[in-house]
């Protein structure tokens, strides 16, 4: 399994981004899906997660309101959209994937056995 996450890059403060993740190699639309993010010197942290079929989401309660996780199955895709960007939100973002078919969502970075290469999302002030 590949994840291939895209749509960083650098937005001021108050600014909107789009992140995609397009995994290939096999039954994308059975899996949870997640994002999580890793700021230099900081412990990676959850951020949103999604169920297989993208009728579940879940957030981090600091992006709450701000971002929105969906995915298109078709296209084996899970988009995040990130809105009213902050400073603090600047981090390497990955997609990644669990590892159990039709299996819940979780913001447990365990729970996931499939990583992408991350993308960098860099918030100015």
């Known amino acids: 399994v590949q994840l291939q996450a895209s749509g960083g890059g650098l937005v001021q403060a108050g600014g909107s981004l789009r992140l995609s993740c397009v995994a290939s190699g096999r039954t994308f639309s059975s899996y949870a899906m997640g994002w999580f993010r890793q700021a230099p010197g900081k412990e990676r942290e959850f951020v949103s997660t999604i169920n297989w079929s993208g009728g579940s989401t879940y957030y981090a309660h600091s992006i709450k309101g701000r971002f929105t996780l969906s995915r298109d199955n078709a296209k084996n895709t899970v988009y995040l959209q990130m809105s009213t960007l902050k400073p603090e939100d600047t981090a390497v973002y990955y997609c990644?994937?669990?590892?159990?078919?039709?299996?819940?969502?979780?913001?447990?970075?365990?729970?996931?056995?499939?990583w992408g290469q991350g993308t960098q999302v860099t918030v100015s002030s």
């Open positions: 990644a994937a669990t590892g159990m078919p039709y299996g819940p969502p979780s913001s447990n970075p365990r729970e996931y056995d499939y």
